[in-house]
């Protein structure tokens, strides 16, 4: 037996599971197929939201909350600064389809919030073009969370606690065995006695076939922009933003690096063959999109977009991730198909995944999640 537990895959979820089972375990490997933070995995593009305002399932709040906490204990265990908390802005047509519903949902989980009218957007946060029935929810606990650092800090944290990493080490196959699951990568093979599949696009191939019905690999896109003023959108004047305004829908960041700020078209995820062939140039039809949003959303900011770049993520048909074994006797577990809905959660994920994986604690509530809500028999 090569250990209690194996992460395959140390992306977004994978390196959380992988930092929380190394204060559970000292018996945890992880692998990876590249490098970890590497820049073709969903983990790219440098900022992530956080936010406890959502529109959807309350039952995500219990999650968000957790998640808020480890990620202050990350930073805390790695002195990274990891979450620059601006707070947040969701922002859409007063009776549209965005904002009730966001108001239902976090009225029903008492998240604190803040309700902006749109003459009070223009005396706070006059970088945002409203339109006259447009208003703003803001959140005081929301903010960027830095993809790369969240991503490395968690592995060299599990490397402190002990943890084995294998980079560079992609694996073909994974089989249940009596004595555990086998898993290879070329002519080399480990036996583990449990093992979290959290690798995103290229999970499927390591699924059954119930999952791999379940689930597709699409291409999400990203876009920057540089600033009239690049003290305008600061994090200490510009919090993170999704807006839903009639056809028009866009979520963004503040300019964490001093000069970008990254405003992307929402919700164009698009399917694609598999996640080695994600289309990282942007197509006219997105380009033009893209600059004519933000021609009418932000005046502050050039309209050509300076930076651009897509990368893979695994969905599930009903946009809910999959957390929890493979079957009910299984020793695999899989941690993913987040739908491009992940990172702000990882930390929470994490830490389910590696305390069910290792046996420590089932959690509850969490039937949405669960793979076997796909099988049919």
Same mark, same amino acid.
């Given at each position: 037996m090569d250990g209690k537990l194996a992460v395959i895959g140390l992306g977004s979820i994978g390196s959380m599971a992988l930092w929380q089972a190394s204060r559970l375990s000292d018996s945890v490997v992880g692998f990876e197929a590249q490098a970890p933070a590497h820049a073709r995995s969903a983990v790219g593009g440098d900022t992530r939201l956080f936010r406890m305002l959502y529109r959807g399932l309350p039952d995500f709040y219990p999650i968000l909350e957790r998640s808020r906490d480890l990620w202050a204990e990350l930073e805390a265990e790695t002195g990274q600064n990891i979450l620059t908390r601006c707070g947040g802005l969701s922002i859409g047509t007063a009776d549209g389809p965005y904002i009730p519903k966001l108001l239902e949902t976090t009225r029903t989980n008492g998240a604190? %919030?803040?309700?902006?009218?749109?003459?009070?957007?223009?005396?706070?946060?006059?970088? %945002? @073009?409203?339109?006259?029935?447009?208003?703003?929810?803001?959140?005081? %606990?929301?903010?960027?969370?830095? $993809?790369?650092?969240?991503? $490395?800090?968690?592995?060299?944290?599990?490397?402190? @606690?002990?943890? &084995?990493? %294998? &980079?560079? $080490?992609p694996i073909d196959s994974i089989t249940e065995t009596a004595d555990g699951v086998l898993? &290879?990568?070329?002519?080399?093979?480990? $036996?583990?006695? @449990?093992?979290?599949?959290?690798?995103?696009?290229?999970?499927?191939r390591l699924m059954p076939d119930y999952l791999k019905a379940a689930t597709e690999t699409r291409r999400n896109y990203l876009s920057w922009f540089v600033a009239r003023d690049a003290a305008d959108f600061s994090p200490e004047k510009f919090p993170i933003f999704i807006r839903i305004s009639g056809d028009h829908s866009m979520y963004g960041a503040p300019a964490v690096d001093g000069v970008t700020v990254k405003a992307t078209l929402d919700g164009r995820s698009q399917r694609a063959s598999g996640p080695d062939s994600v289309l990282r140039e942007l197509t006219s039809a997105e380009i033009s999109e893209t600059m004519e949003t933000v021609t009418e959303f932000f005046p502050g900011l050039f309209p050509n977009i300076i930076r651009s770049d897509a990368f893979p993520d695994l969905y599930t048909k009903d946009g809910n991730p999959l957390l929890g074994r493979f079957s009910e006797r299984s020793r695999i577990y899989c941690a993913t198909g987040f739908s491009g809905a992940g990172f702000k959660m990882a930390t929470g994920y994490g830490e389910i995944a590696a305390h069910e994986a290792l046996g420590k604690r089932t959690f509850d509530g969490l039937d949405f999640a669960r793979p076997q809500r796909f099988k049919t028999n």
């Open positions: 604190e %919030h803040e309700i902006l009218s749109r003459e009070e957007m223009a005396e706070r946060y006059p970088q %945002h @073009n409203l339109r006259p029935d447009d208003i703003a929810v803001y959140d005081p %606990h929301a903010g960027a969370l830095r $993809t790369d650092r969240a991503v $490395t800090a968690a592995v060299a944290a599990a490397e402190a @606690n002990g943890a &084995t990493i %294998h &980079t560079k $080490t898993i &290879t990568s070329g002519n080399k093979a480990w $036996t583990f006695e @449990n093992v979290i599949v959290s690798s995103g696009g290229w999970s499927q």
